[in-house]
Structure formats: C-alpha cells, structure tokens
C-alpha cells in the first residue's frame, strides 16, 4: 500500500514514467534484501555496552528524523535524489528494528 503512494508520488510530482518509478521503488526496497546481516551486526558488535537496544534506540532515532524531513521537503523535480534518499534511510531504519524487535522478542 506505502509502495503504491510512492510510485504516485513519483509519478505526479516529480513527473517521471511508470517504469522509472518502479526502478526507484525497488532501489528504495534495497535494504531489506540485507536483514540477516542485521542482526548478525548487532549480536557481534556492542554499541554502548548493549547488543540491540542501544541500535534500536539510533535506528529509530534515524528513522524519526528521515521522516521528519521527508515531511518538511516539498516534492518538487530537483529533489528526486534527496527524497528518494530519505525514503531509503526510513527503510533502512524500518528494516533493522524489525530485525532488532525480533530479536529482543526471542531472548
């Protein structure tokens, strides 16, 4: 449903073609291909003498932030890649807590 709002998104105010837009959708899907290695990261490297809460706390704190400015920028052509990176950031943040939340749910 999300992936819908964004393709019209990119389709009515940035003006690029249907093609194109589902080429950005699945770039902006990239993230989640690297979910094993997510956790993988988290279980060996401590941050903040924590496994996976102190990530969980930076990566929705990137999460709210990427959100915020999504919000604040207008979606006009000449902020196709700015957009687009901030939308892949909140995916990235997405993917990691969800990644970090089961985690926390099974120890």
Known sequence: MVLMV????????????????????AFLSLPTFFIFAYGIFSDCVPFFKSQKKSYLIVMSTLQMISCILIVLSTPTP???????????????????????????MVT
């Open 78 to 104: 000449d902020k196709l890649m700015l957009i687009s990176f901030l939308i892949m950031v909140n995916s990235l943040g997405m993917a990691w807590t969800d990644v970090l939340v089961d985690g926390l």
């Open 6 to 25: 964004i393709v019209n998104m990119y389709q009515d105010d940035f003006g690029i073609g249907p093609g194109r837009a589902q080429l950005h959708v």
